[in-house]
């Protein structure tokens, strides 16, 4: 039997505008993606990456939105994906958001990273490479750094696995956290003092006494970070809301008498070239809501979610109770808009994405290694 992989494109939509989604029949245009789609996916059928088991990981289970094993997972094409959010994206107002305030942190963070021994980098479980920031590298330099893949509980096994492998084989100390439970704190604070341990050899070394390990947490806005901490110290030291934004200034706090966390605000580049990543940061809510087209994005979320094995059009249909093919996110949210919301087509995206945020599709991580 010959399977092939989602390889439909989406068709154009009736009744939307310029300025909204559009959709192909034609090969990829971008020389980013070689023209490779017409490849058999039996290699990859037979021939399944190797994973590796995470200490405290989720037991594989029957996924609660349609009974998909993890193994369905590895069908899809994670390349195809991103040429075609790259095409969807093409024609989308660009998405930009830089407020005041991240460039004066940006600046501070600069000069607080010379008193760090450790840095924290927290990314967004379900798109840890759209939520790291492209001079990061640069700023640390040779420091030891820690990354934190947050909201783990929103990504499969199969998805724990793939990163914990890719970065493994970047040499790179990864923990798995969920900040709202604690999941995974206890584990940081131990490898935070493990990695800082040799500061105070060489503090007793020259007759010094030893201090506590400075780290510093760093990442995009609405990553986990405040929140991480507040679970950490096991009570509420540092502001946190499910919105990006809402840490405007740089702020020590000591865990213990061996630990000192520097907590700061979201940092983002300041102009955001990958409109790619930057859907993917708007349809997790980590960046702020005024920069984007809400319908934009949720229909673009509706098309994905339908290229998605573990979710598909059967998921969406059920929930919403909408008989619509998928081909057409816009189309998608405009029906809901109909049937649940009097024709407000903001609402009945804003519903879309809501549900997406909360986890009422199952454990979807809109990112895999490349």
């Known amino acids: 039997m010959t399977l092939q992989l989602s390889g439909r494109w989406f068709l154009p939509c009736p009744h939307v505008s310029t300025h909204s989604i559009q959709c192909r029949t034609s090969p990829y245009p971008n020389p980013k993606f070689p023209q490779t789609r017409a490849l058999s996916a039996t290699a990859s059928l037979f021939s399944p990456p190797p994973t590796i088991q995470i200490v405290g990981g989720k037991t594989p289970t029957w996924r609660e939105n349609g009974s998909v094993t993890e193994a369905v997972e590895d069908e899809i094409d994670w390349a195809e994906m991103d040429a075609d959010l790259y095409y969807w994206t093409r024609a989308l107002r660009p998405v930009q958001w830089y407020p005041g305030h991240i460039a004066k942190t940006e600046k501070e963070l600069k000069e607080q990273l010379k008193l760090i021994d450790v840095v924290i980098e927290v990314r967004d479980a379900r798109i840890p490479l759209s939520t790291t920031h492209p001079q990061m590298d640069l700023w640390l330099g040779n420091r030891k750094r820690i990354l934190v893949l947050n909201r783990e509980d929103m990504i499969s096994t199969a998805d724990r696995n793939a990163w914990a492998m890719h970065f493994s084989r970047q040499g790179t100390k990864v923990v798995f956290s969920n900040g709202q439970l604690g999941m995974g704190t206890m584990k940081l604070s131990r490898l935070a003092k493990s990695l800082a341990a040799g500061v105070n050899v060489k503090r007793r070394a020259k007759g010094l ?18 929140s991480l901490i507040n679970r950490l110290l096991k009570r509420r030291m540092c502001p946190a809301a499910p919105r990006p934004g809402v840490t405007r200034e740089l702020k020590w706090v000591r865990f213990g008498k061996d630990l000192e966390l520097l907590d700061s605000p979201g940092i983002l580049p300041m102009r955001i070239s990958d409109q790619a990543a930057a859907i993917k940061l708007a ?69 879309v994405l809501s549900d997406f945020r909360k986890g009422k599709f199952g454990w979807v991580a809109l990112e895999r290694p490349r």
């Open 283 to 351: 349809i997790c809510d980590d960046i702020g809501e005024r920069s984007y087209d809400v319908a934009d994005v949720a229909a673009i979320l509706v098309q994905m979610l339908a290229k998605l094995p573990t979710v598909g059009m059967k998921a969406l249909q059920n929930r919403y109770k909408i008989d619509v093919d998928g081909q057409c996110g816009k189309m998608f949210i405009e029906k809901l808009a109909l049937r649940l919301f009097n024709g407000d087509v903001h609402q009945a995206a804003f519903r």
């Open 209 to 226: 006494l030893p201090r506590p390990v400075r780290a510093g947490i760093v990442g995009y806005p609405n990553v986990g970070k405040s």
